[in-house]
C-alpha cells in the first residue's frame, strides 16, 4: 500500500519533469547519422586507460556495457546506436545524449528510493530522467558508502553503481566542454599584454603561453598586495581556465613525447595541471589539443568536423605510432568487431541442438558429423579470438579470470572432442557442447557483471611473460583436465542413477577409463604447474612456499587426484567411487579456480570476481547434490547386487 501511495505522489512530478524534458529536447540540436568513415576514424583513435593504449572503440564499448549492460542502445527515436555513435553523441551531442535510455536499473525500489516513479520493476533510464534526482542519488550513495559491503542490501549496492555510472557519465558529456570554451580576455584586463589584440582565447592558447602567465602572477604577486584588484583580476582569470578543464578527465587523449619515462598521456586537465605546476608541455600535445578544439567547435558543419575529425586522427596517430603503442590498434578493432566468443556461444548452443537430436536419433551418421563439426568450428573461433588477444596483448591467454574462462572451455572442448575421435561413444561430443554452452555463458556474463576492458594491464607480480607462460598456463590446463573429469564423471552418476543402458557394462566401463584418462592428464599438470609456481615465488616473493591461499587450493587440487588415483590402483575405489571422487575434485578445483580469490586475502588476491559468490555457492550446493545422490545409487545397486545369491 505504502509503495503505491508513493507512485501516486511522484506521478504529477513525473509528468512536469516529461514536459520540461520535451521542450529542451526541441531545442537541442539532433546528431547526424555518422558515416562509416567518420565512425571509423573515431573507432581507431589511440586512448590511454587502465594503464595500456586501446581503441576509443574498445573504451566506449565498455562505458556502454557497464551502463547499459550490452554493446548498443536506441537513441532518442529507438534506432540502435553501436558504441562509436553513442559515445560520439555523448562528446559532441551531449544534450542529445542525455536523451537516450542508457542506465540500466533491475530494481525498481532504486528509482523509488531517490524519489522518483519507476517505469516498470526493470528497465532502462536516461540521463535526463534521473538527473532531478541527482543530489539525492549522490548523497545516498556516499551514505551507503560509508556500510561494510556484507551489510548492504541489493537495493544499496544498485543504488551506489547507478550514481557512480551517473557520474561517470557525467564525464563524458562534459568532456569537450572546455575546448568549445572561449575565455573573455576584455574581463580581464591584466591579461592584455599576454595575448595582444585578442578578444578571447581558447585553452590551447593559454596552455601555450603558461610559462609567462606563471611568470607573470608571480611577479605581480610580489609587487601588489594581496587584496589588490588586478592581482584578484589574474587569480580568478587562472581559476577560470582551471574550473573550465576540472571535469575533462576522462579520456587521456594527447601523448608525451617520444622517450625514457613518458609513460602517461594527459587529459586536458592534467594539462592544466601540468603547465600550471611550471612544467612545460611539448608543442605536439599543444597542437593536439588545438585540434580537438577546433573539432569540438565545428559540429554545426558536418563537412568541417569530417575535415578536422582526419586531422585531429593522422596527428594522434603519427605521435602514437612514433611512441610505438599503435601497431596493435586496429587489430584490437577487428577482434571486437568480429566478437569471436559471442559467435562461439552461439555456435555452441547450435551444437547443442544438433546433439540433442542425436540423443533421439543415435544411428544418424550425418546428424553425428554436423555436431563434431559444429563444436569444432566453435573451438576454433574460440581458439582464434584467443589467439588474436595474445597477440594484442603480447600475453600468454590466462593473465586474469575472464582469460582463464576462455581457456579452460577451449582446453575441455578440445579434449572432449580428441576422445569422442577416439572411441566414437558419443559421450564426449554431447558433453564437448554442454562444456563450451556453459563456459561462454559464464565468460559472457563475468564480462557484462564486471562492465571493464578485460584486456587489462598486468599485476606487477604477474609481469613476468616466461612465468605466465609455464606456471600459469600449465596449471590453468589441470584445471581444464579435471573439469573434463569431472563433467564425464556426471554422465557416469546420473546414467547408473536413472539406470539408462543398465545391461551396458562396457558403456559404463568406458566412461570410467575416460575419468581415469582425464585424472592422470590433469595430475601430470597439476604437479607441473605447482611446482613451477613455486619457482616462480622464489623468484619474485623470495620463498617457494607460504602456505598462501592459493597455493594451498593448488596443492589441494594434487592430494585429492594423487588420492583418487592411489586408491583406485589399490582397489578402495572402483567404478562408482572413481567417478563420485572425481565430483568431489572439481569442487577442489572451483574453490581453488574461483573461491580463494573471494577471499581478499593473501597474495593472489588479484582475480577477485565482484557479485561470484552465490554462483559459487550454487555451483558447491549442485555437485554436492549429485554426489549424494550418485551414493544413493551406489548403495541401492550394491544392496541388489549383494541380495542376488541369497535369492538363488
Not at 551531442?93 to 517505469?119: C, H, M, Q, S, T
Not at 612465468?467 to 563433467?487: N, R
Not at 565430483?583 to 577442489?588: A, D, E, L, P
Request: aromatic share 12%.
Amino acid at each position: 500500500m505504502m509503495r503505491q501511495v508513493i507512485c501516486l505522489a511522484l506521478i504529477f512530478t513525473g509528468v512536469l519533469t516529461s514536459a520540461f524534458r520535451a521542450v529542451a529536447a526541441e531545442r537541442a540540436p539532433s546528431p547526424p547519422q555518422w558515416d562509416k568513415n567518420t565512425l571509423s576514424l573515431f573507432s581507431t583513435l589511440p586512448v590511454q586507460d587502465d594503464g595500456r593504449v586501446k581503441p576509443l572503440d574498445t573504451f566506449a564499448a565498455f562505458k556502454l556495457l557497464k551502463f547499459h549492460g550490452s554493446r548498443s542502445c536506441p537513441d532518442a527515436e529507438g534506432k540502435s546506436l553501436t558504441p562509436m555513435a553513442w559515445f560520439m553523441n555523448c562528446i559532441f551531442y551531449p544534450d542529445a545524449a542525455k536523451e537516450y535510455n542508457v542506465f540500466r536499473v533491475d530494481n525498481d525500489e532504486v528509482i523509488i528510493a531517490i524519489g522518483l516513479l519507476p517505469k516498470k520493476k526493470r528497465d532502462y533510464y536516461s540521463y535526463a530522467e534521473l538527473s532531478p534526482a541527482h543530489e539525492k542519488l549522490i548523497t545516498l550513495g556516499r551514505q551507503y558508502m560509508q556500510k561494510d559491503e556484507q551489510q548492504r542490501s541489493v537495493m544499496e549496492t544498485e543504488l551506489m553503481a547507478l550514481g557512480m555510472n551517473l557520474r561517470e557519465f557525467e564525464e563524458i558529456i562534459s568532456f569537450a566542454d572546455c575546448a568549445r570554451k572561449k575565455f573573455s580576455l576584455t574581463e580581464h584586463k591584466e591579461m592584455a599584454a599576454l595575448f595582444p589584440n585578442q578578444a578571447e582565447c581558447r585553452l590551447s592558447e593559454v596552455l601555450r603561453k603558461a610559462p609567462q602567465l606563471f611568470t607573470a602572477y608571480m611577479d605581480l604577486k610580489k609587487k601588489s598586495d594581496a587584496a589588490a584588484p588586478e592581482l584578484k583580476d589574474f587569480a580568478a582569470f587562472l581559476k577560470e581556465v582551471q574550473d573550465a578543464s576540472v571535469d575533462a578527465t576522462e579520456l587521456a587523449l594527447f601523448p608525451p613525447p617520444a622517450g625514457p619515462g613518458n609513460a602517461e598521456w594527459y587529459s586536458p586537465a592534467d594539462m592544466v595541471q601540468v603547465a600550471f605546476s611550471g612544467e612545460i608541455l611539448s608543442a605536439a600535445q599543444l597542437d593536439l589539443l588545438a585540434n580537438f578544439e577546433e573539432l569540438a567547435s565545428s559540429t554545426a558543419n558536418l563537412d568541417a568536423f569530417k575535415k578536422q575529425a582526419a586531422t585531429l586522427h593522422g596527428s594522434l596517430r603519427a605521435q602514437a605510432t612514433a611512441r610505438g603503442e599503435y601497431g596493435k590498434i586496429g587489430l584490437e578493432v577487428f577482434l571486437y568487431r568480429m566478437q569471436p566468443f559471442y559467435n562461439a556461444l552461439l555456435l555452441y548452443v547450435l551444437s547443442f541442438i544438433l546433439v540433442a537430436c542425436l540423443w533421439m536419433r543415435p544411428a544418424s551418421k550425418m546428424l553425428a558429423a554436423a555436431s563434431f563439426g559444429a563444436i569444432l568450428l566453435s573451438t576454433v573461433l574460440l581458439s582464434c579470438g584467443i589467439v588474436l588477444r595474445c597477440i594484442i596483448r603480447e600475453r600468454p591467454p590466462v593473465t586474469t579470470l575472464y582469460e582463464t574462462i576462455l581457456f579452460v572451455t577451449a582446453v575441455a572442448v578440445a579434449v572432449s572432442l580428441f576422445m569422442e575421435w577416439v572411441n566414437h561413444q558419443r559421450v564426449a561430443l554431447s558433453l564437448a557442447s554442454v562444456l563450451g554452452v556453459a563456459g561462454m555463458f559464464l565468460a559472457n556474463k563475468y564480462e557484462v557483471r564486471e562492465g571493464s576492458d578485460t584486456m587489462v594491464s598486468m599485476v606487477a607480480v604477474l609481469d613476468t611473460n616466461f612465468w605466465l607462460a609455464t606456471h600459469v598456463t600449465t596449471i590453468t590446463i589441470g584445471y581444464a583436465a579435471g573439469l573434463l573429469s569431472g563433467g564425464l564423471a556426471h554422465v557416469f552418476v546420473l546414467g547408473r542413477l536413472f539406470r539408462l543402458r543398465r545391461d551396458d557394462r562396457e558403456f559404463y566401463r568406458g566412461l570410467t577409463r575416460m575419468v581415469y584418462g582425464s585424472l592422470c592428464f590433469a595430475l601430470v599438470f597439476s604437479v607441473v604447474g605447482t611446482v613451477l609456481g613455486g619457482i616462480w615465488a622464489n623468484e619474485s616473493w623470495g620463498r617457494f612456499w607460504g602456505w598462501d591461499p592459493k597455493e594451498n587450493g593448488a596443492l589441494m587440487i594434487v592430494l585429492w587426484q594423487l588420492a583418487i588415483l592411489h586408491a583406485r590402483m589399490d582397489g578402495m575405489l572402483r567404478d562408482f567411487g572413481i567417478n563420485i571422487a572425481a565430483i568431489i575434485g572439481g569442487i577442489v578445483i572451483a574453490f581453488s579456480w574461483f573461491g580463494v580469490n573471494m577471499l581478499g586475502v593473501g597474495l593472489h588476491s588479484y582475480g577477485f570476481a565482484s557479485g561470484a559468490h552465490l554462483a559459487l555457492v550454487g555451483f558447491y550446493a549442485f555437485e554436492t547434490a549429485i554426489v549424494f545422490l550418485g551414493c544413493i545409487a551406489w548403495l541401492r545397486d550394491h544392496n541388489v547386487k549383494s541380495a542376488r545369491p541369497q535369492a538363488g
